[in-house]
């Protein structure tokens, strides 16, 4: 298996890993308080950091098993690599310092914000580059977007909103607004910045090949 293959391969069971072992700790936390197994799991769907990683454990999936498919291919490396970057960077930037927890707990903690974010990356680093466009980063406003529809419907639905910023409840339409665009622009800014690294990879490359 080539190299960028062997690496997907690390970043796919690595994230799976760390979804496993969140679940399991969910339904054990929430079982415990008497809620119902299904509860546990419909509220371990419930957050961003959850979809992320899956996206990730789903392309980097299909890199290492199946790179010639549509999963594996330069938009969705860029949408899901904007993802999880953005995921390792707010939670470094903003919630690190206010959440700390302990045993297995702080193991898939940083399983999923830390671990995987770097190792997709690093995954993405490995792939072909040179297919890119500056407008492919437009893709990137799918997940946030997505996600913000999926956790009002959710809210709607059973009262329970994973972030405060999307919490219909606690803030009113304009504040609502600001956090869609800011989420979005967030998104969009990383995804440019991957652009732009992928046409500087993909220009040395092109360099090397003509020497």
Known sequence: M?????LAFITAVAAWAALGLQLVL???????????????????FG?????MNLMAAVVASALALSPGSALAGSRSRLVTAAAIVFGGLVYSALLRAIWQPTGWQAVADHA????????????????????????DA????????????????????????????????????????????????????????????????????GVARAA
């Open 26 to 44: 969910l339904v054990g936390q929430m079982t415990a308080d008497g809620a119902s197994v299904v509860e546990a799991v419909w509220r371990f």
């Open 138 to 205: 437009l893709w990137a406003a799918v997940p946030p977007l997505a996600y913000c529809g999926y956790a009002f419907a959710r809210g709607a639905a059973d009262g329970w909103y994973a972030y405060w910023f999307l919490n219909p409840e606690a803030l009113n339409l304009k504040q609502l607004s600001a956090s869609i665009v800011l989420l979005t622009a967030a998104f969009l800014v990383i995804a440019v910045t991957l652009v732009g690294i992928d046409r500087l990879l993909a220009g040395r490359s």
């Open 2 to 6: 080539p190299l960028r293959r062997s």
């Open 47 to 51: 957050f961003f950091t959850i979809i």
């Open 112 to 135: 999923l914000h830390d671990a995987t974010p770097v190792l997709f990356f690093l995954t993405w680093l490995a792939w072909d580059h040179g297919g890119l466009r500056w407008r």
